[in-house]
């Protein structure tokens, strides 16, 4: 029979063994889920998709609606963030919605909202005048439908419909987002874009 002091030692070394096994388990599992599986963790937060690479959008002389004939003397996509809707100028109900988004993600911005400027490119029927000069004042709406902005349509993906889409101040196509879901996520994207950036 082994003595007290013996069985003491050997009952304190089972304790030390499984407050061992108690902290290391956990970490060898994430070891193991980590190295030994093809699972791994997202490596992005952003919520709408990513265009990689960036796309460059095209300088082109576009043209104002609401302005006569009043042509951008400079690349309209440059300076500020954009947030960016293209669809139909007589804008149905989806087109409303959009341009409802992007009007409450900018002003949900607070103080960065100036450092925002939201772009409707019409491509046709232009344009439900009278809505939008009374539910979205400051929107810059552009006439879409000659050649100089068919250089620019043509760099934005297709199936663009209920789609909102981030500029950034270098002229640089970068995400894209369905309008019909939750803007918070959109809003959020936003928010550290312009948090990080220097520019804009």
Known sequence: MRSEPAQLRSRNLRTLALL??????PLLLAFFTYYGSSWRPARHVNH???LQPARPLPQAPLALLGNGDQRLPQ???MHRWSLVYIGDGACDADCR???YVMR?????LNNDMDRVM???LATGECCARDFLAREQPGLVVVDATDAAAAAVLREFPLGRAHTLFVVDPLGNLLMSYDARQNPHGLLEDLKNLL???QIG
């Open 104 to 108: 409450q993600t900018r002003l949900s």
């Open 118 to 120: 939201r772009v409707f």
């Open 195 to 197: 948090r990080l950036s």
């Open 75 to 77: 690349r309209l996509f």
């Open 97 to 99: 919605q959009a341009l």
């Open 20 to 25: 061992a096994a108690l902290f290391l388990l």
């Open 48 to 50: 709408g998709t990513l």
